[in-house]
């Protein structure tokens, strides 16, 4: 069993930046790590992921604008978000499984085995 707990949540202007964390209890290197966003109303969606060779994906909303990394060393997971805006707002969860993130892959991450409690994330002016 392992668990995921993120930080580094917050409300910023459009423009600004975070950069969220997500510690987990055990190890993860040879785990798919993602992070994930919900917004009220909205399904929960995939932002990014990072295979176990560091290989990343990211949603097309995302690039070029967050950056995903991992320290399996410090078992930690990192999104760095740059340039918010409005509609990056909501509550976002990192999720981890032990095994290829293509294998069994669906847009809301319903696939991963284990997930975080979540981190608010509200970008307004």
């Known amino acids: 069993q392992v668990q995921l707990v993120e930080s580094g949540g917050g409300s910023v202007p459009p423009g600004g930046s975070l950069r969220l964390s997500c510690t987990a209890s055990?190890?993860?290197?040879?785990?798919?790590m993602g992070w994930f966003r919900q917004a009220p109303g909205n399904e929960r969606e995939g932002v990014a992921r990072?295979?176990?060779?560091?290989?990343?994906i990211y949603a097309d909303s995302t690039k070029g604008r967050f950056t995903i990394s991992k320290d399996n060393a410090k078992r930690t997971l990192y999104l760095q978000m740059n340039d918010l805006k409005s509609e990056d707002s909501g509550v976002y969860y990192c999720?981890?499984?032990?095994?290829?993130?293509?294998?069994?892959?669906?847009?809301?991450?319903?696939?991963?085995?284990?997930w975080g409690q979540g981190t608010q994330v509200t970008v307004s002016s």
């Open positions: 055990g190890d993860t290197a040879n785990f798919c």
């Open positions: 990072i295979e176990r060779d560091s290989t990343t």
């Open positions: 999720a981890a499984k032990p095994r290829a993130c293509w294998m069994g892959w669906t847009p809301t991450g319903a696939e991963y085995d284990y």
